[in-house]
């Protein structure tokens, strides 16, 4: 149980045009979403958590312009990647904390996004 | 200084062999502490959670807290080439917060 399905699993864009990445928990109901970006051979690094019905919390260096987050409903996340270019190229990642009872987050599969 | 440091390999070690891996942190507020393994560039996959100090078993794995040293273990017995992957470790201080992660360890297990 507790499953995040992550779409889609990799894209290529080119520089400047917009690319979304959903995320949806498909047996469970996720309030809270955080987005991560794993550069090769690096650490998942935390770009922003998003709550249902309320704006996303960035960290500190990531362009909430940019990286565009909505969690419209307790089931589907999204990051829209706006005007992209070949340094957004990278491994995306969200996560949910598993639902009360259970132990730890679920991840979905990523996105290999590349930029060119 | 990052608030979880992992070497990151790589770990090459024969089938059947112990494997150690651990992570040491600075942020002596942590309290949950989780091992991911995370096959090439999949999502990470739960291995082991943990609260607090202490030892917890599954199977071929151990995973040890030792928060006086801010430092954790995990420990895979009898190795199979299938162990391959990289393993991250994961800490936070209160559950359902955000995860701080280590860089990975990736691991080879040679037949």
């Known amino acids: 149980g507790a499953v995040v399905s992550q779409h889609p699993s990799w894209v290529i864009c080119k520089s400047g045009t917009s690319v979304k990445i959903e995320c949806r928990s498909l047996?469970?109901?996720?309030?809270?979403m955080f987005w991560y970006r794993q550069f090769p051979k690096q650490s998942l690094m935390l770009m922003a958590t998003s709550n249902e019905g309320s704006k996303a919390t960035y960290e500190q260096g990531v362009e909430k312009d940019k990286f565009l987050i909505n969690h419209a409903s307790l089931t589907l996340s999204t990051l829209t990647v706006t005007s992209a270019h070949p340094e957004d190229s990278s491994f995306y990642i969200c996560s949910a904390p598993r639902p009360t009872g259970n132990y730890g987050y679920t991840f979905g599969s990523g996105t290999r996004l590349t930029v060119v | 200084q990052k608030e979880v440091e992992q070497d990151p390999g790589p770990l090459s070690v024969p089938e059947g062999a112990i494997v150690s891996l651990n992570c040491t942190y600075s942020n002596s507020a942590f309290q949950y502490f989780m091992w991911y393994r995370q096959y090439s560039r999949k999502g990470p996959e739960l291995l082991m959670y943990?609260?607090?100090?202490g030892n917890k078993e599954d199977g071929r794995f151990t995973a040890q807290v030792d928060k006086s040293s801010k430092y954790i273990s995990l420990f895979i017995r009898d190795s199979q080439p299938s162990d391959s992957a990289t393993y991250l470790c994961?800490?936070?201080?209160?559950?359902?917060?955000?995860?701080?992660f280590g860089k990975g360890t990736s691991l080879l297990v040679t037949p």
């Open positions: 047996d469970f109901q996720a309030t809270t």
């Open positions: 994961a800490m936070s201080a209160n559950s359902g917060y955000a995860l701080n």
């Open positions: 943990t609260y607090s100090s």
